[in-house]
C-alpha cells in the first residue's frame, strides 16, 4: 500500500491510494 501525502501551500491537501484509487482533497477558503 502506497500513500502518498502532498502539502499545498494553500491549506491544500491531497491523499491518493494506490491499492484502490482513493483520492482526498481538503481545501480551506481564505478570502
Same mark, same amino acid.
Given at each position: 500500500m502506497v500513500i502518498d501525502l502532498i502539502e499545498s501551500f494553500d #491549506? #491544500?491537501?491531497? &491523499?491518493? !491510494? !494506490?491499492e484502490g !484509487?482513493? &483520492?482526498? !482533497?481538503?481545501?480551506q477558503d481564505k478570502n
Open positions: #491549506e #491544500e491537501y491531497t &491523499v491518493r !491510494s !494506490s !484509487s482513493l &483520492v482526498i !482533497s481538503k481545501n
